[in-house]
C-alpha cells in the first residue's frame, strides 16, 4: 500500500529554520507530481510548492518565495522542504502529496485538483 510519511516539523522562533522530509513507499517519487500543501488553524489548505512529474520547474506559492525550497532524493524516494527565516505566519501543519498527473502543479499549486496521495501531516509552529 503505497503511502507517504512526513517529519521534521516542531517548534521554531521566528527568523529560524527547519527541513521537512516526506518518505514515500510503495509508490515511485520520480514519475509523480510532488508537493507541499499547508492548513493553519481557522484556514483552508494553502498549496505551498510542488514539481510537475514531467517538468523540472518548481512552483512556490508568494508568501515562501525566496525563504522556502522544495527538492527531491530520487534514490531516497523522498523529498523535502527547507524553510528558512520562518515567521510566525508559517505556523500550520503540513502535508506532503504526490500525484501522478501535474494538474495541481501547473504555472501555481492548485488546491482544486484531487491528489492521489497524502502524508498525515506534520505541525510547525513559529513562536518565540
Known amino acids: 500500500q503505497a503511502q507517504l510519511v512526513e517529519s521534521g516539523g516542531g517548534l521554531v522562533q521566528p527568523g529560524g529554520s527547519l527541513r521537512l522530509s516526506c518518505a514515500a513507499s510503495?509508490?515511485?517519487?520520480?514519475?509523480?507530481?510532488i508537493g507541499w500543501f499547508r492548513q493553519a488553524p481557522g484556514k483552508e489548505r494553502e498549496g505551498v510548492a510542488c514539481?510537475?512529474?514531467?517538468?523540472?520547474?518548481?512552483e512556490y506559492v508568494d508568501s515562501v518565495k525566496g525563504r522556502f525550497t522544495l527538492s527531491r532524493d530520487n534514490a531516497k524516494n523522498t523529498f523535502y522542504l527547507q524553510m528558512n527565516n520562518l515567521k510566525h505566519d508559517d505556523t500550520a501543519v503540513y502535508y506532503c502529496?504526490?500525484?501522478?498527473?501535474?494538474?495541481?502543479?501547473?504555472?501555481?499549486?492548485?488546491?482544486?485538483?484531487?491528489?492521489?496521495?497524502w502524508g498525515k501531516g506534520t505541525l510547525v509552529t513559529v513562536s518565540s
Open positions: 502529496a504526490a500525484d501522478a498527473s501535474d494538474s495541481f502543479c501547473r504555472g501555481h499549486v492548485s488546491t482544486k485538483y484531487a491528489i492521489d496521495f
Open positions: 510503495g509508490l515511485t517519487l520520480s514519475s509523480h507530481s
Open positions: 514539481i510537475g512529474r514531467w517538468s523540472n520547474w518548481i
